[in-house]
Structure formats: C-alpha cells, structure tokens
C-alpha cells in the first residue's frame, strides 16, 4: 500500500478523518467524489483551496475522507481543516502558507446550551402584559 498522511480535523459536531497520498487527483469524501458529496456551490473550492495554498497540484494529489456528525458546513470545514493539517504533515514547508491563510486554525464556536427559563440559548419567551 501507498504511503499516506493522515490528520484529523474537526468543526462544531463534525470530525473528518484525511488521508493524502500521491496520486491522480482523486478526491472521494465517504466514498463519494468530492463535488457529489458536498454539492452547494462553493464548498469544494473552499476545501481544495488549502491545496493550492500549500502549492500542491491537486491533480497529482489523491485525498481520502472519513466525516461523520454534524451538518454540511461543520463537515466541509472540518474536511478543510483536516486537509491542510494533513498537507502539513506530508511537507512541514507549506505551514506558512496554509497560516497565512488562516487555514490551520480551529474555528472553537459551537452551539451555545438552552438556559433554563429560555426558549433558546438567548431568546427569552414573549412578554404579556396581561
């Protein structure tokens, strides 16, 4: 088997498990292309851009994906924070590119809990007068 680099990235209630090997540029997310997988227009230009930002070609590069939990977005930036890690891992020399762009930092905002008394974290019920 080809020698791989793996990293895990995750986002919200989203974790993506990614392996990078040399390849033909196949990029697969849960065994499913990348563009079947994440269809709205403009996630997967936001996710290969951490390969253009490390200065891989994505057509040499082939990219496996494991996400579970979450919803689309958590799971698209948790597949993109996974890849760059991932990317680091295989070339220590694209860290400063992938920085730059602020694609190694984990975004920590999660889902705030209910209060008690509330409808939602913050939304209080509707006053009445009577």
Request: aromatic share 4%.
């Amino acid at each position: 088997m080809a020698q791989y680099f793996e990293a895990v990235g995750r986002r919200k209630e989203s974790t993506a498990r990614v392996r990078v090997t040399a390849g033909s540029g196949v990029f697969t997310v849960n065994e499913k292309p990348l563009e079947v997988y994440f269809p709205r227009t403009g996630d997967a230009p936001m996710i290969l851009k951490a390969l253009e930002a490390a200065g891989q070609n994505p057509t040499l590069t082939d990219v496996s994906v494991k996400v579970e939990g979450g919803g689309v977005s958590g799971q698209r930036d948790a597949v993109k924070l996974g890849l760059a890690r991932a990317l680091v891992t295989m070339d220590e020399g694209a860290r400063g590119g992938l920085r730059d762009k602020g694609l190694l930092t984990r975004d920590a905002r999660v889902k705030e809990r209910k209060k008690p008394g509330l409808k939602r974290a913050r939304k209080a019920p509707t006053y009445t007068k009577r």
